[in-house]
């Protein structure tokens, strides 16, 4: 959980997280994400599969499917080189 604190809030270790942070604290972060996990699927892919199947119709477990699978599936040499041009590749999402 402290990794993933610190990805989230930026700016800080792990380490300097632990000296700041009260144990009180981390236990309320603990159970906010536990109620409302910030990772991908719950940030970014079910909002936009439950966008998807209100506007376009589908089977919304389809839809997340399609969004979570790996970039690289469906990746072009050009399209691989233009997300290394940016920094990420097909393992990032």
């Not at 910030?38 to 079910?46: G, M």
């Not at 919304?60 to 997300?83: G, H, I, N, Y």
């Given at each position: ?37 910030f990772d991908p699927t719950h ?47 097909p393992g990032d999402r």
């Amino acid at each position: 959980m402290w990794f993933t604190l610190a990805l989230s809030l930026g700016g800080r270790t792990v380490e300097e997280l632990q000296h700041a942070m009260k144990q009180v604290e981390f236990e309320r972060w603990r159970d906010f994400y536990e109620r409302f996990p910030f990772d991908p699927t719950h940030i970014y892919y079910r909002p936009a599969a439950l966008i998807s199947g209100s506007m376009a119709g589908g089977k919304f477990d389809e839809k997340l499917d399609w969004l979570r699978r790996p970039l690289v599936e469906d990746s072009t040499d050009a399209d691989l080189r233009t997300m290394k041009t940016f920094g990420f590749g097909p393992g990032d999402r």
